[in-house]
């Protein structure tokens, strides 16, 4: 648990000045950690074109700041790798779901996080597992679940030969 008590005490008087939970960036490290990845956020890495943290374009783009009228005059497909986005969604979506269909079918918690520790980095593998999940949630009489998966999406963020890799220091594409 990541809450003392004292803290807990304390959270009964947040504001938005005082939030209570810490920073994205650190949260995205703790759980990065907690899965074997080492305790790093990717949401720091520097987006080329406007020199500034993945995670401050997002914001800038939701409240309308300067740069992102920037943004525009730049093509956001410039900026962002869209498909790449919207897979590393998919992929921590995918993350939740295994974490949450695991818990309803009644695995331990220990044993879920040493489930998904290997598979956490590898969207196929991690794929396949969320879809034994599901299974097993309704093979103890819970509802079917399913869903549409795009292989497309899961290429994405699959580097291959074909498909070139995420720099870790910097946004841009490698060839």
């Avoid at 740069?67 to 919207?86: H, Q, Y």
């Avoid at 969207?123 to 396949?128: C, H, I, K, S, V």
């Amino acid at each position: 648990m990541w809450a003392s008590n004292a803290q807990l005490k304390e959270a009964e008087h947040l504001t938005f000045k005082q939030a209570g939970s810490p920073p994205l960036t650190k949260m995205d490290a703790m759980l990065n950690k907690a899965m074997g990845a080492g305790k790093v956020s990717h949401l720091t890495v520097i987006v080329d074109g406007v020199n500034e943290p993945f995670i401050e374009c997002l914001h800038a783009l939701t409240h309308g700041n300067p740069v992102s009228v920037r943004f525009i005059a730049m093509d956001l497909a410039l900026i962002f790798d869209l498909p790449r986005i919207l897979a590393r969604a998919e992929h921590e979506l995918n993350i939740f779901r295994l974490l949450l269909y695991r818990r309803v079918a009644g695995m331990p918690q220990n044993d879920v996080w040493k489930l998904l520790t290997p598979v956490h980095d590898k969207p196929q593998l991690l794929y396949e597992e969320v879809l034994k999940a599901a299974a097993d949630v309704h093979k103890q009489g819970g509802m079917k679940i399913e869903w549409r998966n795009d292989t497309a999406v899961m290429e994405a963020i699959t580097p291959t030969a074909a498909t070139p890799a995420i720099n870790p220091k910097r946004s841009t594409v490698q060839r």
